[in-house]
């Protein structure tokens, strides 16, 4: 059962890593990782540029433009929130890290690639409504950076990971 277990994902596996199937893979998964939902894109790049080296910025530059698009979705999940719901209901801490975001702007948006709080952090942005397109630039940077810094580490510092 093991075995036949590990040759079908390896055999999905390599058919998701295949390029014409790998990239719109990646950028799915990175959108969808980039919402709300708790999904992890990273080893769908990884995998993808592990199997095709010659995809390793194309990978990247889908996997940014997916998770910035997904982020992009968030900022308006929580502009729509705020025009939904009203100001009431903040608590002491919820005001205190609304406040936070506002002193930084759309700069915070830098720090949507990071794991647990960036996509809540985007769609903070949008409650706030942070000016979108400065948010958008910011996002696309530090998702730029993460996933180059991700992968290029996966294949080159720990490739024993692989």
Known sequence: ?????????????????????GLSTVFIVS???????????????????SLNPELFWAAITVATLGNTLGGMVSWGMGFGANKAVSHKFHTTTHLRALKWLGSLGPKAC?????????????????WL??????????????????????????????????
């Open 110 to 126: 830098l720090l949507s690639w990071l794991p647990v709080v960036g996509d809540p952090l985007c769609a903070m942005a949008g």
């Open 129 to 162: 409504q942070l000016p979108f397109w400065p948010c958008v630039a910011y996002m696309a940077m530090g998702k730029f950076l993460r996933y180059l810094c991700m992968t290029a580490a996966m294949l080159w510092i720990f490739p024993g990971l692989a």
């Open 31 to 49: 959108f969808i990782s980039a919402t709300l939902l708790p999904l992890g894109s990273e080893p769908a790049v990884f995998g993808l540029v």
């Open 1 to 21: 059962m093991e075995t036949w277990i590990h040759a079908h994902i390896t055999l999905l596996l390599a058919w998701l890593s295949l390029p014409q199937n």
